[in-house]
């Protein structure tokens, strides 16, 4: 079985105006949906095909040489991309952190306005392409970034770039995820992006990984 495009949660128009239309309908079908396709046809006929995508990322090291890179870039596209539409959600429906995630990140950072600090500097100072995350590292939370669709998960590699753990929330801040809005403004993207993180589910994914 060939993984499949997952249907976003909410309307395109949905996180307006922290994130336009027009950026989430080709985020979402064009460039989500090529890593889809593409790592479809690098795993078609090999032994990766048809196992869970997270298993085959967790050892993508292991992934057989003449795939690997394929496997690495468009099967990490495709599940940052499927994590990242649930990690927002429309105004209002965002929820609040749960009070054991809001005391884990005040334990982490100090504050949440401190821990906000930190990602974003992560997410500003992450060179090109790639992604900020926050982690759960051994009962703690981090946080991290890594180059292109790399994620924590990633056997090595998520470890190489000093990232790991269980990524419970993470930005996108590929120039395609914000340039129609905000142009070369990526810090005002990830400071207008708050807006519509969904703390409920990141609240969820603190409490299974912890
Ligand atoms: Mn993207």
């Not at 470890?159 to 269980?166: I, S, T």
Request: proline share 5%; charged share 20%; hydrophobic share 40%.
């Amino acid at each position: 079985m060939s993984i499949a495009l997952p249907k976003l949660p909410y309307a395109e128009n949905a996180l307006e105006p922290v994130i336009d239309a027009q950026t989430m309908g080709l985020h979402h079908g064009k460039h989500h949906n090529t890593y889809v396709t593409k790592y479809n046809e690098a795993v078609q006929g090999t032994a990766l095909e048809g196992k869970p995508l997270r298993e085959v990322l967790e050892k993508v090291g292991d992934a057989p040489e003449k795939i690997r890179t394929a496997v690495r870039n468009n099967g990490g596209g495709a599940f940052n991309h499927d994590l990242f539409w649930q990690w927002m959600a429309p105004k209002g429906q965002t929820g609040t952190p749960s009070a054991e995630l809001a005391k884990a990140i005040d334990e982490a950072f100090g504050s949440m306005d401190k821990f906000k600090e930190a990602f974003a500097a992560k997410a500003t100072g992450q060179f090109g392409s790639g992604w900020a995350w926050l982690c759960v590292k051994g009962g703690k939370l981090e946080v991290c970034s890594t180059a292109n669709q790399d994620n924590p998960i990633m056997g090595g590699i998520g470890a190489a770039a000093g990232c790991g753990g269980e990524p419970i929330l993470g930005l996108d801040v590929w120039e395609h995820a914000y340039y129609l809005n905000y142009q070369n403004k990526r810090p005002d993207y990830i400071k207008a992006w708050w807006d519509v993180v969904n703390w409920n589910k990141v609240s969820e994914l603190y409490a299974n990984a912890k």
